[in-house]
Every structure is written in structure tokens, then in C-alpha cells.
Nanobody, 127 residues
Framework: QVQLVESGGGLVQPGGSLRLSCAAS????????MYWVRQAPGKGLEWVSA????????YDADSVKGRFTISRDNAKNTLYLQMNSLKSEDTAVYYC????????????????????WGQGTQVTVSS
């Protein structure tokens, strides 16, 4: 069965860095776009980043552009999110998610098109 397991969250001071990981299993990881989505306290889901099957194309939300970097290691079936220059507004539960379509030509920011999600990892940015 498909499993996505996030790790790497925690408490960090403003301006600090964290790297999130998402270990994938149960499907052909290299055939699917993968995404990071977050949910801040009391708010809805916010799409963060997307990466294509080979890792050569990435897209980021304006709110994280230039600070966050999505990447993947298909040999290790693992998705990453490097987060730098963290701000208090980045505080959220971060989820990795799998695209429901195999080998999609372009990323989708519609989260209803993601069919599997991890359990989430909490990131808290506070002094």
C-alpha cells in the first residue's frame, strides 16, 4: 500500500533552517509529480511546492519562493523540502502528497488532485 512518511519538523528560530523529508513506498515514486502542502493553525491548506518526476522542474508558491527548495532522490524514494530564512508565518503542519495522475505533463496546485498524503510534520518558527 502507498505510504508517505514525513520527518524533520521541529522548533526553529526566525531566520533558521530546516530540511523536511518524505519517505515514499508502495508505488513507483519516479513516475509521479510530488508536492508539499502546509496548513497553518486555523487556516486551510496552502500549496507550497511541486517537483516533476525527474526532479528537473520545480515550482514554488510566491510566499516561499527564494527561501524553500523542493528536491527528490528517486533512488531513495524520498522527497525533500529545504527551508531557509524561516519566518513565523511559515509555522504550519507540512504534508507531502502524491499526484493522482502518473507522469502528468505539468504540475497541478489543486490539492484535490493529490490522492495520498503523509501524516504531516509540525514546523514551528518562534523565538
Amino acid at each position: 500500500q502507498v505510504q508517505l512518511v514525513e520527518s524533520g519538523g521541529g522548533l526553529v528560530q526566525p531566520g533558521g533552517s530546516l530540511r523536511l523529508s518524505c519517505a515514499a513506498s508502495g508505488f513507483t515514486f519516479s513516475s509521479y509529480w510530488m508536492y508539499w502542502v502546509r496548513q497553518a493553525p486555523g487556516k486551510g491548506l496552502e500549496w507550497v511546492s511541486a517537483i516533476n518526476t525527474g526532479g528537473g522542474s520545480t515550482y514554488d508558491a510566491d510566499s516561499v519562493k527564494g527561501r524553500f527548495t523542493i528536491s527528490r532522490d528517486n533512488a531513495k524514494n524520498t522527497l525533500y523540502l529545504q527551508m531557509n530564512s524561516l519566518k513565523s508565518e511559515d509555522t504550519a503542519v507540512y504534508y507531502c502528497a502524491k499526484d493522482q495522475a502518473q507522469s502528468r505533463g505539468i504540475a497541478t496546485t489543486n490539492t484535490y488532485e493529490y490522492d495520498y498524503w503523509g501524516q504531516g510534520t509540525q514546523v514551528t518558527v518562534s523565538s
